[in-house]
């Protein structure tokens, strides 16, 4: 079997390892991507509701989940939304800013795909995909005198180059073969992996709160929704949506980053209101609760909510005691999640590669010379609306630049 050589290797065809690619084959670089999936960038197709949701108006370091959160500063301070916005206007790709700084595809997300495969091949670099990755072999602790220092093993071929760059991403949507190679690597090299669970992820109940969100689904609310951690308390206003097996919705999905199983969450379904107020005004005009509720809820919920919290009948015939138990039930209504739904449905995977263990400017391996982590590989996740995409940009482009 002949040996290819090749400058840079990227094993990954995702968003990461594709504006990598282009970044580093600009600098007159050769680059193969491999991939072992049919697609290049499937994540992009599908994400956003077929739209991809590819950066916001506003991204810091503030927007992401990192056990070191000064990790991110660096790269982002070098590639801002602007960078990448500018880039999708010369390929005339159009786009659509929604919910005050969201930035979609107007069309659909494979002009994004479209846009980044163009880009590669301008910049001359070689796409392989269906290329099943036997072993990566460090050719300098075999051999320091050698111009090349990783050797990848397909089943096929075998290519020798001087940086590898991992951009493997996580374990969320498997059926877009997701796998955890990225993990194997980083371990082989002695390289920390910190644990890993889903994240952005719906949330599923079980027995009677089950049959209730089952009743209401595909049926929407604004909310506020808390959770206590070790650290502190994290608060989300947004909506919530109701599914077949439990929630969903950006509310859930955002406050999923930060619940742990066994612990509860709080959520508050009229956010805007003084509810203990409000209920005794009412109280005093010997209001209707439910009329009065129909103003804020869907009937629907209000019926539902009726049957699953037994409502008084008569306000004005109601002590004071029981309304502040009422509005406590609504304002701080009390759930226990069963679980979450898993990676299958999970937007991003919490967790990864260390931060410690990679320089912050140009995602290199402190410890193992040419080896470079790039997107969701890492121990970075970002919050819903951009930010996810917007790391795959800014660590690509700091890989890319020095590879």
């Not at 600098?27 to 992009?44: E, F, N, T």
């Not at 010369?90 to 994004?112: Q, S």
């Not at 910049?123 to 050698?146: F, M, W």
């Not at 990783?150 to 991992?166: A, G, K, R």
Request: glycine fraction near 8%.
């Amino acid at each position: 079997m002949d040996i290819i050589k090749q400058d840079v290797v990227i094993i990954g065809a995702g968003a990461a390892g594709l504006m990598c690619a282009a970044t580093a084959g600009y600098r007159g670089r050769s680059v193969l991507v491999l991939d072992h999936a049919p697609k290049a960038a499937a994540k992009i197709r599908i994400s956003g509701g077929g739209k991809c949701n590819f950066t916001n108006q506003t991204v810091t370091s503030e927007d992401y989940l990192c056990h070191n959160p000064h990790f991110v500063k660096s790269a982002l301070a070098r590639y801002q939304p602007e960078d990448f916005i500018e880039l999708v206007e010369r390929h005339g790709v159009d786009y659509e800013v929604r919910d005050a700084g969201k930035y979609f595809c107007a069309n659909r997300a494979g002009d994004l795909i479209h846009l980044l495969l163009t880009e590669c091949d301008w910049a001359g670099v070689q796409l392989q995909l269906k290329e099943n990755i036997v072993q990566v072999v460090d050719l300098k602790a075999q051999s320091p005198s050698s111009n090349e220092a990783y050797q990848v093993d397909t089943q096929t071929q075998q290519i020798q180059c001087q940086s590898l760059v991992i951009a493997t991403g996580g374990l969320s949507f498997s059926k877009l073969k997701a796998s955890g190679f990225g993990y194997d690597i980083a371990k082989q090299f002695g390289m920390p992996v910190l644990p890993k669970r889903p994240g952005l992820v719906p949330l599923v109940m079980a027995d009677k709160l089950l049959v209730f969100c089952q009743k209401l689904s595909g049926l929407s609310l604004e909310v506020s929704i808390t959770v206590q951690m070790d650290t502190g308390t994290v608060s989300v206003n947004e909506a919530m949506l109701f599914t077949h097996f439990g929630f969903s919705g950006p509310a859930v999905l955002k406050i999923s980053n930060y619940w742990q199983a066994g612990s509860a969450l709080e959520i508050n379904l009229l956010p805007q209101l003084n509810l203990l107020a409000e209920l005794q005004n009412l109280k005093a005009r010997n209001g209707n609760l439910k009329t009065w509720l129909n103003q804020f809820w869907p009937k629907k919920f209000t019926q539902a909510w009726a049957e699953f919290h037994t409502l008084p009948e008569k306000l004005a015939e109601t002590a004071n005691e029981q309304l502040a138990i009422l509005a406590e039930q609504i304002s701080r209504w009390q759930i226990y999640p069963a679980k979450t739904a898993g990676y299958d449905k999970a937007e991003v995977t919490l967790g990864g590669v260390d931060t410690s263990a990679i320089s912050s400017k140009t995602m290199e391996s402190l410890k193992q010379p040419n080896l470079y982590f790039i997107g969701e590989v890492l121990d970075v996740t970002g919050q819903l609306g951009g930010y996810n995409f917007h790391w795959a940009w800014a660590s690509a482009v700091a890989a890319g630049q020095v590879i």
